[in-house]
């Protein structure tokens, strides 16, 4: 799952703990700035059941966590250019 408008200051095990609320994580990764280390206010998380995941999105999706409006829906794909880069 795809999640946004994270607050900078969730850390990738309180991330987890929301998610646990609606069964196994199976990961909790909260994307950083490569110079600074610094959250860049979304991530992503997987969970084995398809069933659990659409519980956990339905359950966290627009609920406000630390302040913030979060965002969680299902992962896409990134597409790729003509030239074959990844975006």
Do not use: C
């Amino acid at each position: 799952m795809y999640v946004s408008n994270i607050s900078f200051h969730t850390t990738e095990t309180d991330l987890r703990r929301l998610f646990e609320q609606f069964g196994m994580v199976d990961s909790a990764r909260i994307i950083t700035d490569r110079e600074t280390g610094r959250s860049r206010g979304f991530g992503f998380v997987e969970m084995p059941s398809e069933e659990q995941a659409g519980d956990a999105i339905k359950g966290l999706n627009n609920k406000e966590v630390e302040g913030r409006q979060m965002s969680v829906s299902v992962a896409r794909e990134k597409k790729s250019n003509n030239s074959g880069n990844r975006w």
